[in-house]
């Protein structure tokens, strides 16, 4: 399935689901989807990739693994950044009222759909 199905069918599957990309470690976005009057999800993916990164220093430091999901809650919103590959990853975005569990684990499986297209 191609990255743009991956990710359109991401964010449909959940009520609340705004918008989702698939980036890069370098800030690159490789493909996304939003829905209308969504969020700048580039934006958004590359600002906390940043801190994906010094989570991942982080965690190497302390020999507790790589860090395979980060979630940010705002007031608005959440945030879900799950690894695809060791190169790419998914930012998710949901209205804050959304269900986390069933987001997570949506997540979780267009994360191993996306890995297994980037091989």
């Known amino acids: 399935m191609p990255f743009k199905g991956i990710l359109k069918e991401l964010v449909e599957s959940i009520d609340g689901g705004v918008a989702a990309t698939l980036m890069g470690r370098d800030g690159i976005s490789v ?66 009222n959304s269900n986390i569990g069933k987001a997570r684990y949506l997540l979780r499986k267009a994360a191993l759909t996306a890995s297994e297209e980037l091989r």
């Open 31 to 96: 493909e996304q989807h939003i829905t209308p009057g969504g969020y700048d999800v580039e934006t958004v993916g590359v600002e906390y990739g940043k801190v994906v990164e010094e989570i991942g220093k982080a965690s190497d430091l302390l020999n507790l693994g790589s860090v395979q999901e980060v979630m940010v809650s705002t007031a608005s919103v959440d945030i879900l950044l799950r690894m695809a590959s060791e190169d790419y990853y998914i930012a998710f975005v949901l209205a804050g």
